[in-house]
């Protein structure tokens, strides 16, 4: 080996020598770069990743709204018509009500007119039962004053009334009751023939009277009547049968 080779492979040894650490660094270097790339990349895919499901979750989202907003579109119009149907129905009653309030204006006095007019036919009408026909009207003169009970049911009371009154045409009825006679409180059993007759007769029979309307007193009748009053007395009481009895009747007025 001439001194010119040694010098050369000297030399080569030193480049190598001194190379190797050079490229081991630049080796160490470059893959570091990468693994910092690497990471980076992966980090940037995850974000990515991330941006992508955030955005498909809120695509979802926005299309759910879109799907609330439709439902509460169409929700509101059947609303809207709801309440223009109360609406209507709102106007109707209160035009009702408005009815109503001025028919109880008209009922109202009409009403108390007619419980008038029941008293004074009471009060000429032949004298039966009166205690008990002149409680009748004054309740209904009570119930005319309260505010509890309605327009209707106080119309109501009134025409049952006027039923009773009716239904007094159509029926025979006995009862007790006392009349004054000779100064002395006298109780005798008492005969109604619908509103035709009303006599009374004393329990022994002794006595036998009846109301002239004419007068508006009670008269004694002749004893020739005795029997046929207290036949009609039991058959009132369902006693006996229906039959047909002999009995006075005073004669109306000429008009």
């Given amino acids: 080996m001439t001194l010119k080779d040694f010098g050369v492979s000297a030399i080569t040894a030193a480049i190598l020598t001194l190379s190797a650490p050079a490229f081991a660094a630049n080796t160490g ?89 029941l008293d004074e036919f009471v009060v000429l009408d ?51 009751a006392s009349l004054e006679r000779n100064g002395e409180t006298v109780t005798y059993d008492f005969l109604r023939i619908g509103r035709t007759a009303l006599l009374y007769q004393s329990p022994d029979g002794g006595e036998t009277g009846m109301w002239n309307q004419q007068t508006r007193q009670w008269e004694t009748l002749p004893q020739s009547y005795r029997i046929a009053v207290q036949q009609g007395l039991r058959i009132a009481k369902k006693q006996a049968p229906p039959a047909l009895i002999k009995l006075p009747v005073f004669a109306g007025e000429e008009g």
Avoid: C, H, W
Wanted: proline letters at 1%; charged letters at 30%; a negative charge.
């Fill in 29 to 117: 270097s470059v893959v570091a770069s990468q693994s910092k790339a690497d990471k980076s990349a992966a980090a940037s895919q995850t974000k990515i990743d991330t941006y992508a499901d955030d955005t498909e979750a809120m695509l979802a989202e926005y299309k759910g709204l879109l799907r609330q907003i439709d439902s509460m579109n169409v929700y509101n119009t059947q609303i809207s018509r709801m309440v223009d149907s109360q609406q209507g129905e709102l106007d109707s009653l209160n035009r009702q009500i408005a009815q109503i309030d001025q028919t109880a204006m008209e009922v109202v006095p009409l009403t108390l007119k007619m419980i008038d007019a």
């Fill in 126 to 176: 032949l004298p039966f039962q009166s205690q008990e026909r002149a409680l009748r009207i004054n309740e209904l003169r009570e119930l005319m004053d309260r505010a509890d009970v309605t327009t209707s049911e106080k119309f109501r009371k009134v025409m049952e009334a006027y039923q009773i009154e009716e239904g007094f045409s159509r029926s025979i009825e006995s009862y007790k």
